[in-house]
């Protein structure tokens, strides 16, 4: 049973431009999560998803980012218009549904943006 | 929301003390006490958990200690080894919700 895949691992951008990074849950799990790593600091929550929906969405910023899971598919964290305080680790985690979901997320390896 | 706070940000030990991490919680209607533990460029991977039904647990040289009453929670790692060294984040959440807000993360180095 693989893990939760992240791609890309590494992602440079310029100011202005877009990045999309993906993820696939480990096999069996529907919930998606999206956190943010600063350097020095910890795990910020972004988002929190399940196929086709956005439960909790509190920790985006308002502007330029969004994510989605759809059916078929990874889910996609997407930023438009970098700036440079964009740069930062984005992790994904998963957990199954219902009796399975004992707490635990099951993170990936994360996607290191990097914004120039 | 839920604020974790988390202390100290660096522990340096010598190999084969303990190292204690503490964090304090707010919202008193977490119940769910995870740690994990990541390794440089690597991911967070849960090392050991609590629920709010139980004071203590162990898992080999590993140990959480919860008081709700204060909502303080501890992790102690005995006989430290310098495979040890990693970065540890405590977390909080709702039972149900299981959305887990960290703290901002303990780096501990082991000294050989």
């Known amino acids: 049973n693989a893990g939760v895949m992240q791609n890309p691992r590494h992602l440079v951008r310029r100011r202005g431009q877009e990045a999309r990074l993906r993820c696939s849950p480990m096999k069996g799990h529907s919930h998606v999560y999206w956190y943010r790593q600063l350097p020095e600091e910890g795990l910020k929550f972004m988002v929190y998803?399940?196929?086709?929906?956005?439960?909790?969405e509190s920790g985006m910023p308002k502007e330029r980012f969004s994510a989605e899971f759809p059916k078929e598919g990874p889910s996609i964290l997407r930023i438009q218009q970098v700036v440079r305080g964009d740069s930062a680790a984005y992790f994904c985690?998963?957990?199954?549904?219902?009796?399975?979901?004992?707490?635990?997320?099951?993170f990936g390896e994360g996607s290191r943006l990097t914004v120039l | 929301g839920e604020n974790v706070e988390q202390h100290p940000s660096t522990l340096s030990v010598q190999e084969g003390d303990s190292a204690v991490i503490k964090c304090t919680y707010s919202?008193?209607?977490?119940?769910?006490f995870p740690w994990y533990k990541q390794e440089l460029g690597k991911r967070p991977q849960l090392i050991i958990d609590i629920r709010s039904n139980v004071g203590e647990k162990k898992d080999q040289r590993i140990a959480v200690t919860l008081n709700k009453t204060a909502k303080h929670f501890s992790l102690h790692i005995t006989e430290t080894q310098p495979e040890d060294s990693a970065v540890y984040f405590c977390a909080a959440s709702i039972g149900g919700s299981y959305i887990p807000t960290f703290g901002r993360g303990t780096s501990l180095i082991v000294h050989p």
């Open positions: 985690a998963s957990s199954p549904l219902g009796q399975g979901n004992t707490g635990e997320l099951f």
């Open positions: 919202d008193s209607a977490s119940n769910y």
């Open positions: 998803l399940q196929k086709e929906n956005i439960i909790d």
